[in-house]
Nanobody, 111 residues
Framework: QVQLVESGGGLVPPGGSLRLSCAAS????????VYWYRQAPGKERDFVAK???????NYAGSVQGRFTMHRDDAKNTVYLQMNSLEPEDTAVYYC?????WGQGTQVTVSS
């Protein structure tokens, strides 16, 4: 049974940082493409970042240069390091792999 569990969200002021985690069980992240999406209130779920099996990351333009995605194969976990956070980054963040989704973790950027 595949399970994805996101964590690390919270409330931070503008300019702050958070690191989100997505821990997987039931599949190996290292052989799959892993995605982060986010959904702000009243908006559609949007692509944030992805990491290929080769460790190559791609980012949405709105987060390029501020967010970094990487993977720890020993822990079967991917991370999304988010720096220079802006109020527009407020959303529920989800990781997804091969059609499976986690429950999401709330990120709120506010002073």
């Amino acid at each position: 049974q595949v399970q994805l569990v996101e964590s690390g969200g919270g409330l931070v002021p503008p300019g702050g940082s958070l690191r989100l985690s997505c821990a997987a069980s039931g599949l190996a992240l290292r052989i799959n493409i892993v995605y982060w999406y986010r959904q702000a209130p009243g908006k559609e779920r949007d692509f944030v970042a992805k990491l290929t099996r080769y460790g190559v990351a791609n980012y949405a333009g709105s987060v390029q240069g501020r967010f970094t995605m990487h993977r720890d194969d020993a822990k079967n976990t991917v991370y999304l390091q988010m720096n220079s956070l802006e109020p527009e980054d407020t959303a529920v963040y989800y990781c997804t792999v091969t059609g499976f989704w986690g429950q999401g973790t709330q990120v709120t950027v506010s002073s």
